[in-house]
């Protein structure tokens, strides 16, 4: 077998930065075998590795339409909406932990509340709440639809989210807003084929690429790729299994890193090839599925979809 160390292998590539780079987008096992083999590499690994590539940009289009939406404008009616889901998140995590400030599902529940503006009063309210007696009769549960819907012909999948105390109005709400806008619900799990259940974090203000990718993947991460997002700033997304993402989050947070969000979140399963172009017509029918989940369905909390 042929040895060659890591110093030497960056060298001979004409951009190391992008040799990084390109091995932050590999399956866990490639990037353990990168990772084991830093010092001693071994080149037919290398080719392994590259050979099962992975990509970390969340569902399909996720940035595209919420910056189009948020063009067209937020009216009330639909911040309110936004600022009492959070809310209510936060009182259901409050709740389970009996408001516990370092767990860390509340932690995130909390993140998520501050992204969309609700004011500290608020949260400090939602969390209170979950002490109440109104708050100790209701039982939460995380519920998942799937529905495939059809834009102007064109077909796509969505998995919706939702928060409910009571299962049955939730389905019956989530069941008309599928059909409202012509779609088929579907089954729980039918597009599983589609879509993966990860656990997903940001960091923020990444100074040392190789020291983040190795601490996550120390942790049990299974990706690390730089952020499509171009308002962040040296900013990376990590991904890991489901029941990975709370000890991921602790071991970067106690290596020092900056940690700004994290949530369990669904993405495409196939990332370069399965998400589906839309004509304007088709966007247009989307968006405005999108605002009436927001708006009109109280327990519902998100949409994701495999449009581009």
């Known amino acids: 077998a042929v040895h060659i160390t890591s110093h030497f292998i960056f060298n001979l590539c004409p951009e190391p930065t992008k040799m990084r780079r390109i091995l932050t987008g590999i399956t866990r096992q490639g990037q353990r075998n990168y990772q084991n083999a830093r010092l001693n590499l071994h080149l037919p690994a290398i080719v392994a590795a590259n050979s099962s590539f992975i990509t970390a940009r969340g569902f399909a289009g996720h940035n595209k339409w919420s910056k189009i939406r948020h063009k067209k404008g ?40 501050k992204s969309v503006q609700l004011t500290k009063d608020r949260i400090e309210e939602a969390i209170s709440k979950a002490t109440s007696r109104a708050a100790a009769e209701q039982d939460f549960e995380s519920l998942r639809f799937d529905a495939m819907m059809n834009f102007d012909g064109t077909k796509i999948g969505c998995v919706i989210t939702a928060l409910s105390d009571n299962r049955n109005r939730t389905t019956q709400q989530v069941r008309h807003l599928v059909s409202k806008h012509g779609g088929e619900f579907l089954p729980t799990d039918n597009l599983a084929y589609m879509f993966q259940h990860v656990g997903w974090i940001v960091v923020d203000g990444v100074e040392d690429e190789d020291a983040l990718m190795e601490c996550a993947l120390e942790a049990g991460a299974d990706n690390v790729e730089e952020s499509d997002d171009e308002e962040s700033d040296n900013s990376f997304v990590v991904t890991t299994e489901e029941k990975d993402l709370f000890q991921v989050v602790t071991a970067l947070r106690d290596a020092s890193h900056n940690v700004s969000h994290f949530e369990h979140r669904y993405i495409l399963q196939d990332q370069d090839h399965g998400g589906m172009e839309l004509s304007p017509q088709g966007e247009d029918e989307l968006i405005d599925f999108l605002d009436k989940a927001e708006e009109d369905t109280e327990d519902v909390n998100n949409v994701y979809h495999n449009a581009i």
Do not use: F, V, Y
């Open 74 to 113: 937020a009216n009330d009616k639909k911040k309110a909406a936004l600022m009492g889901k959070a809310s209510l998140a936060i009182t259901a995590a409050a709740k389970d932990c009996g408001g516990d400030m370092s767990n860390l599902r509340l932690q995130s529940a909390i993140s998520h509340a």
